[in-house]
């Protein structure tokens, strides 16, 4: 199992972004030289739970706490219910991985700018539209030959894979974590709620003790190898939870 878990962690890591890169930083502010970037990114406050969950994941998270966060930190309301409700179900599941809000949002914010990459737009059911894709993993400098896997089921190439959904999720990734974290009876990698699901329980996989240095770099490169993606990962992370903690 751990040399399945390890061979899958360097597929994805070689692969999963494919996306325009985009500055990393809060929307209205402009973008900042940092160098060097945070190592890692210390877990943020903890967010508040609902009195009264509702459905699905982003029914676990308090009203007025997601909307005074999403004032904070740029985040939309919608995209930050899906990732705080991941990091909730993940440490009522697996307290001992320690995945924060805060880690989900930057690689969300990595990944596909929260789902709005390229005019798409999240819904209030958490689906994403119109359907995000990368490119076709066709081989080439620095993309990875993956031929297809799943018939164009996901990603509607039936020659080669593409990374699909707001976390960028090949589908060979959505078939070994696929989820319905909305609770709409779907299980969907173009929904954001059971893509940021999907991404934690991939990364409380790869690495537990998430919420330390050596955790948190291992369950990252796990994900996506490169130091590049690394630091853009910790920087979102960082800001965001600095954000909360501001006043």
Same mark, same amino acid.
């Given at each position: 199992?751990?040399?399945? #878990?390890?061979?899958?962690?360097?597929?994805?890591?070689?692969?999963?972004?494919?996306?325009?890169?985009?500055?990393? $930083?809060?929307?209205?502010?402009?973008?900042?030289?940092?160098?060097?970037?945070?190592?890692?990114?210390?877990?943020?406050?903890?967010?508040?739970?609902?009195?009264?969950?509702?459905?699905?994941?982003?029914?676990? =998270?308090?009203?007025?706490?997601?909307?005074?966060?999403?004032?904070?930190?740029?985040?939309?309301?919608?995209?930050?219910?899906?990732?705080? $409700?991941?990091?909730?179900?993940?440490?009522?599941?697996?307290?001992? *991985?320690?995945?924060?809000?805060?880690?989900?949002?930057?690689?969300?914010?990595?990944?596909?700018?929260?789902?709005?990459?390229?005019?798409?737009?999240?819904?209030?059911?958490?689906?994403?539209?119109?359907?995000?894709?990368? =490119?076709?993993?066709?081989?080439?400098?620095?993309?990875?030959?993956?031929?297809?896997?799943?018939?164009?089921?996901?990603?509607?190439?039936?020659?080669?894979?593409?990374?699909?959904?707001?976390?960028?999720?090949?589908?060979?990734?959505?078939?070994?974590?696929? %989820?319905?974290?909305?609770?709409?009876?779907?299980?969907?990698?173009?929904?954001?709620?059971?893509?940021?699901?999907? %991404?934690?329980?991939?990364? *409380?996989?790869?690495?537990? $003790?998430?919420? %330390?240095?050596?955790?948190?770099?291992?369950?990252?490169?796990?994900?996506?190898?490169?130091?590049?993606?690394?630091?853009? #990962?910790?920087?979102?992370?960082?800001?965001?939870?600095?954000?909360?903690?501001?006043?």
């Amino acid at each position: 199992m751990a040399a399945v #878990v390890v061979a899958l962690a360097l597929v994805v890591a070689a692969v999963l972004v494919f996306l325009a890169p985009r500055e990393p $930083g809060m929307p209205g502010l402009s973008p900042v030289i940092e160098e060097p970037a945070p190592t890692w990114a210390p877990p943020a406050a903890a967010p508040v739970a609902a009195a009264t969950p509702a459905v699905g994941n982003a029914g676990l =998270v308090d009203a007025d706490w997601l909307a005074s966060t999403s004032a904070a930190t740029g985040i939309p309301e919608r995209a930050l219910g899906a990732y705080v $409700g991941a990091a909730l179900a993940k440490a009522a599941s697996m307290p001992e *991985c320690g995945l924060s809000w805060n880690t989900i949002a930057g690689i969300g914010a990595t990944e596909s700018d929260h789902g709005r990459h390229g005019g798409s737009e999240v819904g209030s059911d958490g689906t994403v539209s119109p359907p995000i894709y990368g =490119v076709p993993l066709a081989g080439g400098e620095g993309i990875e030959h993956i031929p297809d896997s799943d018939g164009g089921a996901l990603d509607g190439d039936s020659e080669f894979d593409r990374a699909v959904g707001p976390f960028q999720l090949i589908p060979q990734t959505w078939r070994n974590w696929h %989820t319905d974290a909305s609770g709409d009876g779907v299980e969907d990698p173009h929904n954001i709620d059971d893509a940021a699901m999907a %991404t934690a329980n991939y990364l *409380c996989r790869v690495s537990i $003790g998430i919420d %330390t240095e050596q955790g948190w770099i291992a369950a990252v490169s796990g994900f996506n190898s490169p130091q590049s993606y690394r630091d853009t #990962v910790a920087r979102y992370a960082v800001r965001y939870a600095e954000a909360t903690s501001a006043g």
